[in-house]
């Protein structure tokens, strides 16, 4: 079944602790991206990857960082988290990023709790 | 800059009736993708229909329809004789077809379908 895997579902943690939240989509797809989703302001971009060892910023790129070692894995690493990213996750994934009609396929989501 | 309006924080509609959510965006490109997408309670992202700027016809994908008019700016997603399943948020984007593919969202319209 094409998809796209992230894990944790759910992560509750607290201010300064690392963490990572993985994604992987078994699609072949070049393009992945995170975005944070929040009341009131829809989805933002976090990062995106157009293919591995290629990542940029997206718009609001803060407290985060990414790699792209792999095609299929993009995780997205908190280094010291702060209340303010509590949020809830997508990872998303598509065929590639040059073309505006390729569909992006999202993750479940994870919700992340920074007390 | 890109943009896209959802004006319509909540919607009711009753159970077989259509219901119209409404969006309007803002691009000066003339290359650009939009595209709706439904998210349950339960969280995750799925993805219910593309229409590309350039489309002559208006895009349906079952009980769902894209009433797009160029002009003025406006992808409304029109579903046809409502489910109680059908009860989500749903959200527009957009996308750019140059460089990279990056999904603006709005803020989202919460459906409610009653019995």
């Known amino acids: 079944e094409a998809q796209v895997t992230q894990n944790p579902r759910y992560l509750i943690t607290v201010t300064g602790k690392k963490l990572t939240v993985t994604c992987s989509q078994n699609?072949?797809?070049?393009?992945m991206s995170w975005y944070r989703q929040d009341p009131g302001l829809g989805l933002r971009q976090i990062y995106y990857s157009m293919n591995v060892e290629v990542t940029d910023k997206g718009d609001v790129p803060e407290g985060y960082k990414v790699s792209r070692k792999e095609k299929r894995n993009f995780p997205l690493i908190l280094e010291s988290p702060s209340p303010n990213q509590t949020s809830l996750y997508f990872c998303?994934?598509?065929?590639?990023?040059?073309?505006?009609?390729?569909?992006?396929?999202f993750g479940a989501g994870t919700r992340l709790s920074v007390l | 800059a890109q943009k896209i309006t959802q004006t319509q924080p909540g919607m009711f509609v009753q159970e077989k009736e259509a219901v119209t959510l409404d969006c309007t965006y803002d691009?000066?490109?003339?290359?650009?993708?939009l595209f709706w997408y439904k998210q349950p309670s339960s969280g995750e992202m799925i993805f219910l229909i593309y229409?590309?700027?350039?489309?002559?016809q208006n895009a349906t994908e079952g009980r769902y329809s894209l009433n797009f008019q160029k002009a003025r700016k406006s992808a409304n997603l029109v579903i046809s004789a409502s489910q109680l399943g059908d009860s989500a948020m749903y959200f527009c984007a957009m996308s750019l077809d140059r460089g990279f593919q990056k999904l603006v969202f709005g803020t989202g319209t919460r459906l409610l379908v009653s019995p």
């Open positions: 998303a994934s598509s065929f590639d990023g040059f073309i505006a009609k390729n569909i992006q396929y």
């Open positions: 229409q590309g700027s350039y489309d002559e």
């Open positions: 699609m072949n797809h070049e393009y």
């Open positions: 691009t000066s490109d003339q290359s650009y993708g």
